[in-house]
């Protein structure tokens, strides 16, 4: 059975730092690619940040300098550091694994950001 399951959400003011982790298992995890998403309210879901197996990294402009998505495969965990956070970062944010045809989702964590 495959599970993904977040945590590090909460509440943070504006400036703030937080860090995310998402724990696999059920997969093989260092050949999967790994990435963030997060869903505002009334909005679509957004891939926020990903990491291929091989340690490449990709993020959407709104994020860049901000925050950091790294993995230790010994520990099948994906981690995303985030800084400086904004109110406009509030979400509930997911973690997927994918590889080739193989898709799965973690239940979600919510960030919460005060002004």
């Known amino acids: 059975q495959v599970q993904l399951v977040e945590s590090g959400g909460g509440l943070v003011q504006a400036g703030g730092s937080l860090r995310l982790s998402c724990a696999g298992s059920?997969?093989?995890?260092?050949?999967?690619?790994m990435s963030w998403h997060r869903q505002a309210p009334g909005k679509q879901r957004e891939l926020v940040a990903t990491?291929?197996?091989?340690?490449?990294?990709n993020y959407i402009d709104s994020v860049k300098g901000r925050f950091s998505i790294s993995r230790d495969n010994a520990k099948n965990t994906v981690y995303l550091q985030m800084n400086s956070l904004k109110p406009e970062d509030t979400a509930v944010y997911y973690c997927a694994a994918r590889f080739l045809s193989q898709s799965y989702w973690g239940q979600g964590t919510q960030v919460t950001v005060s002004s």
């Open positions: 059920g997969i093989i995890f260092s050949i999967f690619t």
């Open positions: 990491i291929t197996s091989g340690g490449g990294t």
